[in-house]
């Protein structure tokens, strides 16, 4: 059992490029996320999703998409990379409706350098 | 809006000995619930505890108790009889009424000494 995988595990970009994290999990989550975590500054919710076609905007949006065509994908998109997105991304996922007292299973992030 | 609150960087304990890590949280929702994780220095997520915000009991999970006070808006994790595997970041994280999204503190840095 895979749980959340992503990819690539690390990235260095220049500024002005664009890419997609990956993320996929496994065991039929309805709800995915995506955070950041940045020294002193913990893990802030970029996107969220609560099933597929279903998105929404977390803390810190600006600079980030997201799309959630199947249950099992919920990739992350850089526009234009700037050295302020430097940062490790986490994939989370979790059951949906009715069982929130589960907690989010993690992916082991993705480091990304924007020089 | 939803806030999380840890004020505490860095904290120290020695080896075998309790250490509480503070947090505190906003929210107008009556239905939360509250999480703990651990992020090792390898960098994986660990899920420690839950506290649901209508649970009238503290949770509890081995060495790993959460001090609920509910009017005073804090969940604090009380790890007990510390070991130097406890080591790590520790988070703590809001999760909203709908259960669609957690926010998390930013985090205390745990060192325990031998």
């Known amino acids: 059992n895979a749980g959340v995988t992503q990819t690539p595990k690390f990235q260095v970009l220049k500024t002005g490029q664009s890419m997609t994290l990956q993320c996929a999990q496994d065991?039929?989550?309805?709800?995915m996320s995506w955070y950041r975590q940045d020294p002193g500054m913990g893990l802030r919710l970029i996107h969220y999703?609560?099933?597929?076609?279903?998105?929404d905007q977390g803390e810190v949006p600006n600079g980030y998409n997201v799309s959630r065509s199947t249950t099992e994908d919920f990739p992350l998109r850089l526009l234009s990379a700037a050295p302020s997105q430097t940062s490790v991304y986490f994939c989370?996922?979790?059951?949906?409706?009715?069982?929130?007292?589960?907690?989010?299973?993690f992916g082991d992030g993705t480091r990304l350098s924007i020089l | 809006a939803q806030k999380i609150t840890q004020t505490q960087p860095g904290m120290f304990v020695q080896e075998k000995e309790a250490v509480t890590l503070d947090c505190t949280y906003d929210t107008s929702d009556q239905s939360y619930g509250l999480f703990w994780y651990k992020q090792p220095s390898s960098g994986e997520m660990i899920f420690l505890i839950y506290?649901?915000?209508?649970?009238?009991q503290n949770a509890t999970e081995g060495r790993y108790s959460l001090n609920f006070q509910k009017a005073r808006k804090s969940a604090n994790l009380v790890i007990s009889a510390s070991q130097l595997g406890d080591s790590a970041m520790y988070f703590c994280?809001?999760?909203?009424?709908?259960?669609?999204?957690?926010?998390f503190g930013a985090g205390t840095r745990l060192f325990v000494k031998a």
């Open positions: 506290q649901g915000s209508y649970d009238e």
């Open positions: 999703s609560v099933g597929a076609g279903i998105t």
């Open positions: 065991m039929n989550h309805e709800y």
């Open positions: 994280a809001m999760r909203d009424t709908g259960g669609f999204k957690t926010i």
């Open positions: 989370a996922s979790s059951p949906g409706q009715g069982m929130s007292n589960q907690p989010q299973h």
